[in-house]
């Protein structure tokens, strides 16, 4: 693998900082920290070893459990879409997986387990989301049939549907209806993700369920995670392949979209959409060389982008390049795409080499 391999930087120092940032904004709060999607991009295996003072982990899907068990995670996991049928069922249980259930067919499961054992399970209730969960009339059934089966409950969990705007009063109203379910029997509660744990009090809950701060990024639709305290814990580098020196008139990449004004140096990195780079991003997103900011321009191709060189003529072949992260928010760069931070990170794509940076200095990227 040659030095010009694009990379993904990865900072352990702040993932543990994040975590830290979580416990400010939630201090009573356990720590579901979730590592779903692998670890939104940043490896799994990777995010469970860093992430150890986390109280549990959360995952989508029972075979993301499954990996982190064989990486010899052994924190309580939580599948927040539950088992799908008696396989998965029995797996998880052989796996010690702590089990979101949803709807009554998850439920019905779960007498047919399992040599004796019975998983630990929470309860999803639909507040508002209207994605998974049971509505709130159906709860109290459910807790006396899964009572009456012996099945141990852990808790009820709900999720937020617009904690993202901070001041939308249904988030509340989410948090309340669930608190009121929990009754006399004072079940445990788990309900916000990153931006109702920061924004939303009635969301700092027995258990939160951080994801995209964790990953020194904003959950809201403005502003970056560094206003919140947060660094970022991916920086996407490339490298500069080639510089061309071309002709006012010249047309560059795909189409032509892009006449250059003046004769001037344009530069191509080696990132394009099949490392995960968003085929979306407008001419003018920014990508960070030699410390300063140069635009995007013309189409992204699948292995490569032009930027215009012109405010950092020195640049050379090999230079750097940062496409987000460290010195460059993700969250700018999602803008400039039409997207969310999530999805970019989420896309970082397999040929990319994760690299974790040693704790100490600032790694030497721009
Ligand atoms: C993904 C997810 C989270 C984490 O959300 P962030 O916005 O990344 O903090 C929490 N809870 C559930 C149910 C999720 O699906």
Redesign the pocket.
Same mark, same amino acid.
């Given at each position: 693998m040659s030095g010009f391999t694009p990379r993904a930087l990865l900072d352990p120092d702040a993932f543990r900082h994040n975590l830290a940032q979580v416990r400010r904004y939630a201090p009573t709060s356990r720590v579901?920290a979730?590592i779903? %999607?692998n670890a939104?991009g940043h490896g799994a295996e990777w995010a469970a070893a860093v992430l150890n003072a986390a109280e549990g982990f %959360?995952v %989508?899907r029972t075979d993301e459990g499954a990996r982190l068990r064989r990486a010899g995670a052994s924190r309580p996991i939580l599948v927040?879409?539950g088992p799908v049928d008696t396989d998965e069922l029995e797996a998880a249980v052989e796996l010690d997986l702590t089990l979101?259930l949803h709807r009554w067919g998850q439920v019905e499961l779960l007498p047919a387990v399992v040599r004796g054992r019975l998983p630990k399970v929470w309860i999803?209730v639909d507040t508002g989301m209207h994605r +998974?969960g049971f509505p709130p009339e159906r709860v109290p059934a459910v807790l006396d049939h899964l009572i009456g089966s012996g099945v141990p409950i852990a808790g009820l969990?709900t999720?937020l549907a617009n %904690?993202?705007v901070p001041e939308d009063p249904r988030s509340a109203e989410q948090c309340e209806q669930l608190r009121r379910l929990a009754g006399a029997a004072r079940w445990p509660l788990?309900i916000?993700?990153?931006?109702?744990?920061i924004a939303v009090p009635a969301a700092r809950s027995d258990w939160v369920?951080?994801?995209?701060? +964790?990953?020194g990024v904003s959950?809201f639709a403005t502003g970056t995670g560094a206003d919140l305290g947060l660094v970022p814990v991916m920086t996407l580098q490339g490298r500069l392949i080639a510089i061309q020196q071309l002709r006012r008139g010249a047309a560059v990449g795909y189409g032509g979209t892009y006449i250059c004004p003046e004769d001037m140096p344009v530069g191509v990195v080696n990132v394009g959409y099949g490392d995960g780079y968003p085929r979306h991003a407008v001419p003018g997103t920014p990508v960070l060389i030699a410390g300063r900011r140069v635009p995007l321009i013309g189409r992204v191709s699948m292995d490569m982008i032009h930027v215009d060189l012109r405010p950092c003529p020195q640049a050379a072949v090999g230079e750097l390049a940062t496409l987000w992260g460290s010195g460059l928010p993700v969250e700018e760069v999602a803008a400039c795409a039409g997207t969310i931070p999530?999805e970019l990170l989420c896309r970082v794509a397999p040929r990319v080499r994760l690299e974790v940076r040693s704790s100490g200095p600032a790694p030497s990227a721009p």
């Open positions: 579901w979730v779903k %999607a939104y %959360a %989508a927040l879409e979101a999803k +998974l969990l999720h %904690a993202d788990s916000g993700n990153s931006a109702g744990l369920r951080p994801g995209i701060m +964790l990953y959950p999530y």
